[in-house]
């Protein structure tokens, strides 16, 4: 069965491998494998060890964003975010429910978040200390000018927090380059194609050093997960998803060996594939092909009576491809990823399969 969910992903077998033994998270072996894990991480960002650290926390992305939110973001900050799709909204909810303020700066869902539009907005309250940013921007599939628009907002003496949650290890990022970035957050089970289980924070030193005591959660304080691994030499504060940590170890060591351009040139040509089989067979990609980024494809659903998603995901989970099954845009559309341990040749016959479930639904009759 191969995962075209925009994460978890498919994992290859040895990183499947991996995960069938036990860990125990203290030994001072497994302590190593994390600090390389971490060192690993920390050279895909950019970042340099004294500059940046990777710190790694127990759980999915959000937890992960939320901490960054937290540590970095003071009470009385004030944090504007491009809203540009579902996560973006997910980013607004958790740092409003940390108790931060939020300026929400309204982003056509068919749109890339403007340079000009940013400024504007941050011109206009001088009280806004940061910017939250969605890279890659999984509910749509467009992906926004990260880069660019980190440059604009620490020119203006911001601060910049980026979800790469699904970018993190195949969209362009150097931090070294980007220093109003106090965060950037990441995913095991994204573009690092590891399972899922681990998030990082990839945070620069000074910054954290600054912000002790912001977080107001223990278990949420990226400051404290680094005080404790100076102290410990990368020792975890609580237990850790060891077994994803080791797997994920292993999926650093392929992405190394592919190369992170070659990685994003990879997904290009499964995105392209899945755009092009699908307009073949008939249907709408929710993007037009300029703003379609290379992570997930959105596909307008059929509008014929009788089509249901969870029908096409049915016909499709028994020719061997998981999609989502749910919808994350305001019209109905099926969303599939083009991310994981997956070539073009496998799109190429999801495609094929997505012909032949289509072709079961009463709606083709
Ligand atoms: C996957 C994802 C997240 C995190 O989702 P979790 O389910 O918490 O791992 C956050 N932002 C973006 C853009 C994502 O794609």
């Avoid at 089989?277 to 990609?285: Q, W, Y």
């Avoid at 994350?328 to 083009?338: D, K």
């Amino acid at each position: 069965m191969l995962l075209l969910t925009p994460g978890p992903v498919t994992t290859a077998d040895v990183v499947k491998q991996a995960l069938a033994q036990d860990y125990a998270p203290w030994d001072n072996d497994f302590r190593a494998i994390v600090r390389k894990l971490c060192a690993d991480i920390r050279e895909v960002a950019g970042g340099t060890p004294e500059t940046h650290v990777a710190l790694p926390l127990s759980g999915s992305g959000h937890f992960a964003l939320e901490a960054a939110v937290r540590t970095f973001v003071p009470a009385a900050g004030k944090i504007l975010i491009p809203q540009t799709g579902a996560y973006a909204a997910r980013l607004r909810r958790l740092a409003s429910e940390a108790g931060r303020t939020v300026v929400p700066l309204p982003v056509g869902s068919r749109e890339r978040t403007q340079a000009a539009a940013l400024a504007e907005a941050l011109c206009d309250d001088p009280r806004i200390t940061h910017v939250g940013l969605v890279y890659s921007e999984t509910g749509s599939g467009i992906c926004h000018d990260v880069p660019l628009l980190a440059q604009v907002a620490g020119g203006l003496g911001r601060r910049v927090i980026v979800d790469a949650v699904s970018a993190f290890g195949a969209l362009p990022l150097d931090v070294s380059d980007l220093p109003a970035v106090d965060a950037v957050v990441l995913t095991s089970n994204k573009c690092l194609e590891g399972p899922p289980g681990a998030a990082f924070a990839v945070c620069r030193i000074d910054r954290l050093e600054a912000s002790r005591g912001n977080a107001g959660s223990w278990s949420l304080d990226l400051a404290d997960i680094h005080e404790h691994g100076k102290t410990t030499n990368g020792g975890a504060r609580f237990t850790p998803p060891a077994p994803t940590l080791a797997a994920l170890s292993v999926a650093m060591d392929l992405h190394r060996q592919e190369g992170r351009a070659a990685r994003l040139a990879r997904y290009t040509v499964n995105q392209r594939t899945l755009y092009d089989g699908v307009r073949a067979l008939g249907l709408e990609p929710y993007l037009p092909t300029e703003l379609q980024g290379p992570i997930i494809v959105n596909v307008q659903a059929p509008t014929v009576p009788g089509w249901t998603l969870q029908g096409f995901v049915d016909g499709l989970k028994r020719r061997g491809f998981v999609i989502s099954n749910f919808y994350n845009t305001e019209e109905p559309t099926f969303r599939v990823g083009c991310i994981g341990a997956i070539t073009p040749d496998d799109m190429s016959r999801a495609v094929e399969a997505m012909g032949q479930a289509l072709s079961e639904l009463p709606i083709a009759a």
